[in-house]
Each structure stands twice: as structure tokens, then as C-alpha cells.
């Protein structure tokens, strides 16, 4: 008989079996691990053990898959755990029907869960939830971005006067702004901080998420400095980025300018550009 | 007694890389021979993982231990994951690369577990072949562990031991001995551990493994969560006095405890085995580029 054909039976049985919800006794007699080897079947070649039988040697493994993702995602995720509680299993077990692994990479598996968040059925919150998902994702994704070297305050000051009406500034790699309707970034923190976190409510909020020296950071903006910030992100000269930002706000002008002059200097004490174009 | 056959230097006696335990080793530089490393958690990153790891690397001699190869998948080799692993292996200067006897995925799904094969000359055949390839993309043999199971199938008309030492013999590939799982393995599917012991041919054994597991009475979980059982200790010892000294590493993944304590059980090794000559980390990077 041909290996493949043989071998690849039986893995794809074993691992549907593992993978699918519900009881042990549920799981190997659905239809979809049925197709692979039917359980009259596949009971004559597994071996039961002195102390248990051939279902509670495969219910090991099915157990163990379940709880080693609950796990791993649950690092991922602490806020949507949080949030979700006692049905976070459930949200797991629901997620991974829909997006197995794909990957040798454990990281990866958290990829979809704002999209799951969005397409699911029955999610309590999905608008809230989804916004906190993104957030926490791209936390994860930042933690393995390239490092940028950073814009210092001297390089700046070499920069000459006439050059800044053009001139461009680029983020670091590890950088990203996010616009929510929802106080997401607020509810995080209480989570981090293992502290009760704020009722969930509509609210526009702002955020840049980045990484210095290897640790994650979070900034929470004003509606003008995001508005200010997205514009240098998005490859648009400091001066338009400026310009576009006064226009913008509902402050008075000369408050705006100086407000800009204190934004600026945190961003790059921050260390958020890693250069300036000119 | 016997050298292994490709000359890979005993290290002495290293542990697990746990991102717990960075703290002290960037702080303290402990006189620690040695560490490996899960080599899927330092790919696709840039960032603290691979910053930490090249720091550590500078100070000590560091070895791969991968989890997702799948070594005996029916999928195709997953041929980026290990070009990947052979320019970790090249960055870091691993002295070598080894990974799990099983499979832990089908149809393009990862299970994340190291799943038990079936053990019959199909397979084995079947298995021969990947090696080799895994080997060639590597430009290194391959270490191949032997897992902890929970169950056994009645296809498998060769014992894992026979299988192990066949494959590696047609294989030409190095055995990351696993004491404990072979204990583990041995209460689950009542087989006598030191049969598989001395089963092993011993030029083949590059490395060996220790660690806890729980034990819940009907069935034992290989959970690295505990100290070093005394039978365990036993079977080590027997091996090792086929063996002269090879590179022992204790791994500890659950309830892990202060790098002192995961230090001092590795230690206790000593007990039971020869002493390891004393070599430096550049001296190992030679080694490794010329291991294969």
C-alpha cells in the first residue's frame, strides 16, 4: 500500500479528531472525522493502555490542544479574556474552528481574531471588542518589528531653518496610530494594571502605539495631535502636516501653534521618527 | 564507551531559555555551560526575542530545539520554515539543530503538539527520506528527540527504540535522548525503560534531556513542571556509562522557578556522569560550522 495514502489517513483522522468540539464521544463520531476512518474502525488500531481505553488516550491529546491555545492566545489577548470571562474557552474553541493554525508559529495564530470578532456570531459588544482586539494585535505585532535607529534632538537641530517647510518625517518601524470610538486604550490599561477596568463606552479616543528600546508603549492623543501625527505618517511635509492640523481644529490658532511646538517635542523624546527627509 | 560521530562537544550542563529568567542571565552572567533554545520563538522577529538571544549568544554556546519540523507529517517539508531555521542556526552559531520523532500537523493545520507516529517500516522508510532532505537543506544533521506518548497503535509492528536507532543509522542523524520521556512513554504503554535505554546506539546520542512530569495515577503528562524523578535519574545514569560525556539539559516549562533552581537540578547531573572538558564559545562556532 502507498505510505502517504496510509499514513496521511490516519494523521488526517487524528488530527480532526483532536481538533473538533465537544465530547471525546462526540468528536470521533461526527461525520467530519468519520469520513477520514470511521470509529468502529479506528477503535481496531489504536491500543488502550492497562489503565485506560483507546477514547481516554485520544481525549488526552484532544484536551492538552485545547488548553495549550486557550493558553497562548490568552498572552495575546488578556483584555479580550478579561472582558469575555467565563466564555473565553467557548470564544476560543469557536475561533479555532474557523482559523486552525497555519503556521509553525504560535505567533500567527492570533492574526484573525479581530476579524473573527467582526464576522462572528453572538459577540457581545462586537464593535467595543473588535477595536480591542485590533489594539492588542498590533501590540504583538510591534513586539516583533524591526528596531529603527531613533531621531535625536541634535540631528534635528542640525536641520537648517529653510529646509523644514519641505521637509518630511518618517516614523519608526515599530509605530502605529489608531483612531477608536470606544475607550479600548483605558480598559487596557486597568487589565495590564490588574485594576477594575472603566465601563465600556462610546468615545472617541486616539492612540499611538510604538516601541522604545524594545518595550511596547502606549500614548493616548488629542483629536489635533493624532490629526497632526496620521499626516507626517501618511508621507505629508511637517509644515502641511501643520497647516492641515490648524485647519482642522477647534482651538484658536495660537493655542494650536503652541500646543504643536509641546507635541513635537514629546514625539521625539518619545522617540516616534527615526529620520527627517529633506 | 564512545565519542558521538560527528564530534559534537560535550557542553556540560545547560537548561531551557525561558523569557523568566533573561533578567539574570543579562545581569548576573551566571556560570551556566550552556543553553538551547525553542528556535520557533526567535523566528519571524526582530525585536526583544532576537535582541536577548544575540546578547546571550555573545556569553554562551547556544543550541536549537525546534517543535514544529513535523518530522513525520504526510505534508510536504515546509521548506521556508527551514531556511529559516538554517539562518537562526547560522546567526547564532548553534552548535546544533534538533527537533521531535513526530508530527504535529496534516492538511496544512498545526496542531502545536508532538504528536506519536506510527512506528512500522513504512514509515520508517517514509521517514529516512524526510531526514535526509531536512538534512541537506540544514547543511547539518539533525537531532531527532524522542517524544513522550499517550498512545500507541496496533499499525506499529517495530518499538520505538528499534525505530529510533534504525533511523538514524539510515538516516545518519543524532538522537536527542529524553530520559524522562522515555520513562514517561514507558508507564503509559508498560514497556521496561531500560530495554529502550540500551537500545540506543550510542554514538548517535548528541544530547540528553531531563526534566519533571506529572503524574495523575492511570497515565503520566510530560509537563516539565517539576523536579527530576529518582528513576529517571536511574536510567540516566545507565545510559551514560555507555556514553561518555554528552551536553545534559534540564527543561522546566510550567511553574517555572528562580534560574537558580532550574541551574541547581541540572547540576545534580554531575552526580551521574562524567565531567565535561572545559570549552570555550568560540571554540564551539568552530565546531558547529564544521560538524556536519
Known amino acids: 500500500m502507498d505510505t502517504q495514502i496510509e ?40 491500543k488502550p493502555s492497562k489503565t485506560l481505553t483507546q477514547i481516554e488516550r485520544l481525549g488526552l491529546y484532544r484536551s492538552m490542544y ?119 486604550n483605558d480598559y487596557l ?20 502605539v510604538y516601541r522604545r ?20 505618517v501618511a508621507g505629508k511635509s511637517l509644515s502641511d502636516a501643520i497647516v492641515n492640523a490648524i485647519e482642522k481644529s477647534r482651538e484658536p490658532q495660537e493655542v494650536l501653534q503652541k500646543q504643536v511646538f509641546k507635541w513635537f517635542q514629546e514625539w521625539v523624546t518619545e522617540g516616534f521618527f527615526q529620520k527627517i527627509e529633506t | 564507551m564512545s565519542k558521538n560521530r560527528w564530534n559534537f562537544p560535550d557542553l556540560g550542563f545547560g537548561i531551557g531559555l525561558r523569557t523568566v529568567h533573561y533578567p539574570t542571565i543579562l545581569s548576573d552572567n551566571p556560570p551556566i555551560d550552556w543553553f538551547e533554545i525553542i528556535s520557533e520563538n526567535y523566528l519571524d522577529t526582530k525585536g526583544r526575542p532576537i535582541y536577548i538571544l544575540d546578547q546571550i549568544a555573545e556569553k554562551y554556546p547556544i543550541v536549537m530545539h525546534g517543535v ?20 537562526l542556526a547560522n546567526h547564532i552559531r548553534a552548535v546544533w539543530v534538533s527537533d521531535h520523532l513526530c508530527w504535529s500537523g496534516v492538511a496544512g493545520t498545526n496542531i502545536h503538539d508532538l504528536l506519536p ?12 527520506s524526510r531526514v535526509r532532505q531536512v538534512s541537506e537543506i540544514l547543511e547539518r544533521p539533525l537531532i531527532l528527540e524522542n517524544p513522550s506518548a499517550y498512545i500507541e497503535f496496533t499499525n506499529s509492528d517495530i518499538t520505538e527504540w528499534d525505530f529510533l536507532a534504525t533511523l538514524a543509522k539510515e538516516a545518519d542523524c543524532g538522537i536527542l535522548l529524553d530520559v524522562n520521556n522515555i520513562y514517561v512513554s ?12 540500551d537500545a540506543i546506539p550510542s554514538d548517535r546520542i ?82 558547529a560550522v564544521v560538524g556536519v
Open chain 1, 7 to 46: 499514513l496521511g489517513q490516519f494523521q488526517r483522522w487524528m488530527s480532526a479528531a483532536i481538533m473538533h468540539l465537544g465530547t471525546d464521544n462526540q468528536a470521533v463520531k461526527s461525520d467530519e472525522v468519520e469520513k477520514e476512518i470511521p470509529w468502529s474502525d479506528a477503535l481496531k488500531f489504536i
Open chain 1, 66 to 184: 485545547i488548553l495549550r491555545l486557550v493558553d497562548v492566545l490568552k498572552m495575546d489577548f488578556p483584555s479580550i479574556a478579561y472582558f469575555l470571562g467565563d466564555d473565553y474557552r467557548d470564544f476560543v474553541e469557536r475561533y479555532l474552528q474557523v482559523y486552525p493554525s497555519r503556521s509553525y508559529n504560535l505567533n500567527n495564530l492570533s492574526y484573525d481574531v479581530p476579524n473573527f470578532i467582526k464576522t462572528a456570531p453572538n459577540i457581545r459588544r462586537r464593535e467595543f471588542l473588535y477595536e480591542l482586539a485590533s489594539l492588542e494585535l498590533m501590540l504583538s505585532h510591534i513586539f516583533n518589528l524591526e528596531e529603527t535607529p531613533v531621531l535625536t534632538k541634535e540631528a534635528i537641530a542640525k536641520v537648517s531653518p529653510e529646509v523644514w517647510e519641505t521637509a518630511k518625517i518618517v516614523p519608526i518601524k515599530a509605530f502605529h496610530l489608531f483612531d477608536f470610538n470606544h475607550n479600548v
Open chain 1, 189 to 208: 490599561e486597568a487589565v495590564q494594571n490588574d485594576e477594575k477596568p472603566p465601563k465600556i463606552k462610546k468615545k472617541d479616543t486616539w492612540v499611538a
Open chain 1, 213 to 232: 528600546n524594545y518595550k511596547l508603549w502606549r500614548l493616548p492623543l488629542s483629536r489635533d495631535a493624532y490629526n497632526m501625527l496620521s499626516d507626517i
Open chain 2, 68 to 87: 514544529s519540523m513535523s518530522i513525520g507529517s504526510t505534508d510536504p517539508l515546509d521548506i521556508p520554515y527551514l531556511k529559516k531555521l538554517k539562518e
Open chain 2, 117 to 128: 507516529m506510527v512506528y512500522n517500516q513504512e514509515s520508517l522508510k517514509y521517514t529516512i
Open chain 2, 186 to 197: 514507558s508507564f503509559n504503554h508498560d514497556f521496561d525503560p531500560k530495554e529502550y535505554v
Open chain 2, 206 to 287: 548528541v544530547q540528553y534531556h531531563l526534566a519533571g512530569h506529572t503524574n495523575n495515577g492511570t497515565h503520566i503528562i510530560d509537563t516539565h513542571s517539576d523536579y527530576v524523578i529518582d528513576p529517571v535519574w536511574q536510567l540516566y545514569e545507565r545510559s551514560c556509562k555507555r556514553t561518555e560525556g554528552r551536553s545534559t539539559l534540564v527543561e522546566w516549562d510550567d511553574d517555572i522557578p528562580e534560574f537558580e533552581v532550574v541551574h541547581a537540578e541540572v547540576l545534580k547531573a554531575k552526580a551521574y556522569r562524567k565531567q565535561p572538558e572545559v570549552i570555550e564559545v568560540a571554540e564551539v562556532a568552530e565546531v
